[in-house]
């Protein structure tokens, strides 16, 4: 019978069915970081349990690391104390920890991909939410809490419900000036920030096809802003290119098998989708939100919904969050100025943003009322764009050159917005209070639309900035 | 390991209504700055509860009927749609727990938050959209009025009121059976675990 990937991944990962119908499902890569691992390790040790597959586990830092300093012990004794934690965590029980003196470190997400343990066909679990992104090479990757990193560390399992799949179709060539970013945050607004709730996405159509395993994996990333717990690509001649020679990935002999077997995880032609959905990627415009969810988003070029526009059940959160965006229904979304622009995260921090990115910064310079900063997703990241030059191209205009992590995406660390500054933001979410300051407001938006925005000192449509 | 089978809550509510309400909202991120869970209670919706200014606003979980639900470390929380969205911090109904609060009703939970939530035997019950309107009224009318979550009869009352609630059969199964926490189910079969392992080659090094 034709099958999904999904199905397959599952069916080769289930160990059997428990006792509540669920089913117990083998975990075949476990990241860890900083944040919601310690609980877990402390939650064994009372236990008296182990790590079943140490060499399964793979642990980094990313969400505490302050990105401009580089030694330790780092001014917040609260972040040494969890990155310390985190080193005798690994080290008792033999895991391989990515560290900050090892050139690898980065966002866990960023992390996997880059040394090749992220691989198509298997089961990934990680203590935080965007772990989808790793569906991008066709692995099945879900975010778990704690209790559940416990569980993943002493078993190498979880006890799970399948899930639905709903395939994702986008078809058709962008426009210039539209990115991955865009399909992404078009796609929630218009399934809804819980239209994914029981889903696995399954992201397909010829616009993946031609996209880079870069700006697959930035899709996969938001589908949980989507509501959807895991989003895939199938994976192709693309994914299997991006793995090879890379630290974790098969060598030799190893390497054909692998790819035969990567190959033949794909969804089957004729399989059942529980749901379809076809996007054309011509309809799809530079995208930016206005409110306090990702789902509450436009068109650069269109004006913010009037309230009455909208059902009942929108209305409400919309109106709550106009207040605190300090912005008003019905007028355009395009001239709104801005405080702080912000480039990186796990949606937007890899070398094909700042890339991009700085390939229209170049020469021009951040207006003088913004301050703006630039954090490479990873050590590798950051090494990659040295040799490139990309960190004179960002310092030279204006922007702050920080070292790997999370960063302004969350408030874990001291890069935090002030007031109600509004902050033009490559990153995921732009809930209340999501970059440090309960009053302070964000803007989701594509890396380059970021430099529009840093340039122009507003929130700005990137393609008349630029002419593209 | 033996839990308290977990059939039936009954205790004061307090509502905390609004959609979409995400787990930073829940818990805000600088909180997380911790190795333990401890004293996360106290911080639980921090940033709605105190303003900018470091003051007290008005806020559900700052009146004295919420101030009883952490003195009993027993309590409804009736919330809105899609509750507990975006990150997967645990942080999130821990400190709701934590707080004093031992079952949630609402309309619909995000999945990592409501699998968080079982896993620490809290129970999240959904009810329809109407018949939450109606719960959300008379727990806003009288804070602090006693709500009856029945997890083993799939209703929830209140005032003399029933409604029809559901909740996923596997946590149902777990919570009221005293297996809410998943561990010794995962940790009973290790031959299993090993078989499954084995026949797959990236895990096996084969
Ligand atoms: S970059 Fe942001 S979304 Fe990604 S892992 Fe870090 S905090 Fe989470």
């Known amino acids: 019978m034709a099958k999904t990937l999904f199905q397959k991944v599952w069916d080769a990962h289930a160990v059997r069915k428990l006792p509540n119908g669920q089913t117990q499902l083998f975990i075949g890569t476990h990241l860890i970081h900083e944040v919601t691992s310690p609980q877990a390790f402390g939650m064994i040790r009372d236990l008296g349990l182990k790590v079943k597959y140490p060499q399964r586990t793979f642990a980094t830092v990313d969400h505490i690391v302050p990105t401009n300093e580089l030694r330790e012990p780092y001014s917040d004794p609260i972040a040494q104390e969890m990155i310390e934690a985190l080193r005798k965590n690994t080290k008792d029980f033999g895991i391989r920890f990515f560290d900050t003196n090892t050139g690898t470190q980065g966002i866990v997400h960023m992390v996997g991909p880059e040394q090749g343990i992220t691989q198509p066909g298997t089961t990934i679990a990680c203590g935080d939410s965007h772990t989808a992104t790793h569906g991008a090479f066709g692995a099945i990757a879900f975010g778990i809490g704690t209790t559940q990193v416990r569980d993943v560390l002493a078993t190498q399992t979880l006890a799970l419900s399948p899930l639905k799949v709903r395939r994702i179709e986008v078809n058709g060539r962008l426009a210039p000036g539209v990115y991955a970013k865009d399909v992404i945050l078009h796609i929630i607004r218009v399934l809804g920030v819980n239209g994914g709730i029981g889903y696995a996405y399954e992201y397909a159509g010829s616009t993946f096809d031609a996209f880079t395993l870069e700006e697959r994996m930035t899709v996969c990333n938001m589908s949980i802003e989507g509501g959807a717990r895991c989003g895939y690509v199938n994976p192709d001649q693309k994914t299997f290119d991006y793995i090879k020679g890379r630290p974790y990935a098969p060598k030799g002999a190893d390497w054909d098998a692998a790819v035969e077997r990567w190959k033949s995880f794909a969804s089957d032609p004729g399989c059942r989708y529980d749901d379809v959905v076809k996007f054309d990627a011509a309809d799809i415009r530079p995208t930016v939100t206005w409110g306090i969810t990702p789902g509450q988003a436009v068109f650069i070029d269109e004006k913010m919904p009037a309230l009455e526009s909208l059902n009942d059940a929108d209305r409400q959160t919309a109106a709550d969050a106009y207040q605190h965006m300090k912005l008003s229904p019905d007028t355009p979304i395009k001239g709104t100025k801005v405080d702080v622009a912000f480039l990186g995260s796990c949606t937007n921090g890899r070398i094909s943003d700042l890339r991009e990115a700085a390939k229209y910064l170049k020469g021009r310079k951040v207006s003088p009322s913004v301050k703006a900063i630039v954090v490479p997703g990873s050590q590798l990241t950051a090494i990659q764009a040295v040799k490139e030059g990309l960190d004179k191209v960002f310092t030279e205009a204006g922007f702050e050159w920080r070292g790997a992590g999370c960063s302004m995406c969350l408030a874990m660390n001291p890069d935090k917005l002030v007031g109600d500054q509004l902050c033009a933001s490559s990153s995921n979410r732009n809930f209340k209070g999501r970059q440090g300051s309960q009053t302070g407001r964000t803007v989701l938006m594509s890396p380059v639309m970021v430099v529009a925005a840093a340039i122009t000192g507003q929130v700005a449509d990137a393609r008349e900035v630029f002419k593209v | ?206």
């Not at chain 2, 007290?56 to 979980?61: G, M, Q, V």
């Not at chain 2, 990150?87 to 999945?111: C, K, L, N, Y």
């Open chain 2, 1 to 206: 390991m033996s839990l308290a089978k977990i059939t039936l809550v009954r205790a004061s509510a307090v509502a905390v209504p609004g959609d979409d309400i995400d787990t930073d909202r829940i818990i805000p991120a600088r909180f997380l700055r911790c190795v333990t869970f401890d004293g996360l209670g106290e911080h639980a919706f921090r940033d709605e509860r105190t303003g900018p200014d470091g003051k007290e606003r008005a806020h559900p979980l700052n009146t004295p009927e919420a101030a009883a639900v952490s003195k009993a470390k027993k309590g409804v929380m009736v919330v809105g749609f899609n509750f507990g969205c975006g990150s997967s911090r645990e942080h999130a109904p821990q400190s709701i727990w934590r707080f004093g609060f031992t079952a949630i009703v609402g309309g619909s939970f995000a999945e990592i938050f409501f699998g968080n939530s079982t896993a620490l035997g809290v129970p999240c019950l959904s009810l329809s959209k109407d018949d939450l309107a109606e719960l959300t009224a008379l727990v806003q009318k009288q804070p602090g009025v006693e709500v009856t979550v029945d997890v083993e009869g799939l209703k929830v009352s209140c005032e003399g009121r029933s409604w029809k609630a559901t909740i996923p059969a596997a946590a149902r199964d777990g919570l009221i059976n005293g297996k809410w926490d998943p561990i010794a189910d995962l940790l009973g079969d290790d031959g299993a675990v090993n078989k499954t392992a084995n026949g797959l080659a990236y895990v096996a090094g084969k």
